[in-house]
């Protein structure tokens, strides 16, 4: 089944203590992004990546890392998580960076103390 | 700055009613367009999509949206909600030709009452 696997679904963590949410997927896509959802804010970009070693920003990258290593997985990574961290993000993909809808991923709720 | 606005931010209709929803962008140029649905605890999910031809676009589960190209707009209809529907939708922006990122309206949140 084509998918976009997120871990972990839920974190409670307290600030400064690192921690990375796992993404991949399983369709070969080229494309694949990181958003926050936060409410009245709609989907914020945090970053993107077009193809393997290839990253960029998006509209809110403060306070966060990424890596593509492989094709198929884009970590996010908190270095040292804030309050203000506290969201729910979502991973996404799409084949090519140039056209196509994104596939998303089922989301991760992270809660920063 | 390019932006997608969507002016309703929460919607009540009872079963059976019509559903519009109004998106708006402020892209110059040729734009592909969406429309996602979240379900209560789940992930986004395409509902449809508009990248050229004929500018009623049917979707998943009876929904259309209808792209106004003099009027900047992509509103989402639906003849006749469920209960089902009830849902936050978000409508989404990129401008065709190369690397174009996908830009969110702020969602509409529908609630259907039985």
């Known amino acids: 089944e084509a998918q976009v696997t997120q871990n972990p679904r839920y974190l409670i963590t307290v600030t400064g203590k690192k921690l990375t949410v796992t993404c991949s997927q399983n369709?070969?896509?080229?494309?694949m992004s990181w958003y926050r959802q936060d409410p009245g804010l709609g989907l914020r970009q945090i970053y993107y990546?077009?193809?393997?070693?290839?990253?960029d920003k998006g509209d809110v990258p403060e306070g966060y890392k990424v890596s593509r290593k492989e094709k198929r997985n884009f970590p996010l990574i908190l270095e040292s998580p804030s309050p203000n961290q506290t969201s729910l993000y979502f991973c996404?993909?799409?084949?090519?960076?140039?056209?196509?809808?994104?596939?998303f991923g089922e989301g991760s709720r992270l809660t920063v103390l | 700055a390019q932006s997608v606005s969507q002016h309703n931010h929460h919607v009540i209709l009872s079963e059976a009613a019509s559903l519009e929803l109004g998106c708006n962008y402020s892209?110059?140029?040729?734009?592909?367009l969406f429309w996602y649905v979240q379900y209560p605890g789940q992930h986004l999910q395409l509902l449809l999509k508009?990248?050229?031809?004929?500018?009623l676009v049917k979707g998943i589960k009876g929904f259309e949206a209808e792209f106004i190209k003099s009027k900047f707009s992509f509103n989402l209809r639906k003849p006749s909600v469920q209960w089902s529907d009830t849902a936050e939708y978000f409508c989404?922006?990129?401008?065709?030709?190369?690397?174009?990122?996908?830009?969110f309206g702020t969602g509409t949140k529908l609630q259907v009452i039985p």
């Open positions: 996404a993909s799409k084949a090519s960076p140039n056209t196509g809808e994104l596939f």
């Open positions: 369709m070969n896509h080229e494309y």
């Open positions: 990546s077009m193809n393997v070693e290839v990253t």
């Open positions: 892209y110059g140029g040729t734009v592909n």
């Open positions: 508009y990248f050229s031809g004929d500018p």
């Open positions: 989404a922006v990129r401008l065709s030709g190369g690397y174009q990122k996908v830009t």
